[in-house]
């Protein structure tokens, strides 16, 4: 079953038109199933925040930035989450 939260991904919505290959797969990767799409990092600060808009569109399901993107417009929150999953 594919993650309920798929239509609301901002993630997806917005970068599926430009990079289909890297956006197909992490459909594939996080999207498919219950089980891979509860390792997606937005799905989770969304049910953490309950508000998907504070999630940066660039924030990949990974949790880091899209190529070609940094963390410059991302929240104070956001910094500190993605440094505590991949610095800290």
Same mark, same amino acid.
Do not use: A
């Given at each position: @079953?594919?993650?309920?939260?798929? /239509? &609301?991904?901002?993630?997806?919505?917005? $970068?599926?038109? &430009?990079?289909?290959?890297?956006?197909? /797969?992490?459909?594939?990767? !996080? =999207?498919?199933?219950?089980? #891979?799409?509860? *390792?997606?990092?937005?799905?989770?600060?969304? #049910?953490?925040?309950?508000?998907?808009? *504070?999630?940066?569109?660039? @924030?990949?399901?990974? /949790?880091? =930035? !899209?190529?070609?993107?940094?963390? #410059?417009?991302?929240?104070?929150?956001?910094?500190? !989450? $993605?440094?505590?999953?991949?610095? /800290?």
């Amino acid at each position: @079953m594919e993650c309920e939260m798929i /239509g &609301q991904c901002e993630f997806i919505n917005h $970068y599926q038109n &430009q990079n289909k290959i890297v956006i197909n /797969g992490f459909i594939n990767k !996080y =999207c498919k199933s219950k089980e #891979s799409s509860n *390792k997606c990092i937005r799905k989770r600060l969304m #049910s953490i925040l309950e508000i998907n808009n *504070k999630i940066p569109i660039n @924030m990949m399901p990974n /949790g880091l =930035c !899209y190529p070609g993107t940094d963390k #410059s417009k991302w929240s104070n929150e956001m910094k500190k !989450y $993605y440094f505590i999953q991949n610095e /800290g």
